[in-house]
């Protein structure tokens, strides 16, 4: 389950909170008991996978690296070059 921050617009409070993502919004603060909690969008805490059986460590497509062309292995160094032909 995520968690949550809330703050009061009221007081100021600020809570973080385990919620099910089908679950309402908190609305009444805890501290001060007014109907003005709100949820804060907060850009840090972001979702990590970790380990072997994620997409990107075991289904990630990665291609073989390319053969050196026939000019890198010095096969042209007689000015007869493979390649072209």
Do not use: H, W
Request: overall charge positive.
């Amino acid at each position: 389950m995520p968690t949550y921050q809330y703050r009061c617009k009221s007081c100021g409070n600020e809570l973080e909170i385990v919620q099910k993502i089908s679950d309402n919004s908190l609305t009444i603060c805890p501290k001060c008991e007014k109907e003005s909690f709100e949820r804060v969008i907060s850009a840090d805490g972001g979702f990590v996978l970790k380990g072997s059986g994620f997409y990107k460590t075991d289904y990630n497509s990665s291609k073989p690296p390319a053969a050196p062309s026939p000019c890198a292995t010095g096969a042209c160094a007689g000015g007869s070059c493979p390649m072209a032909s």
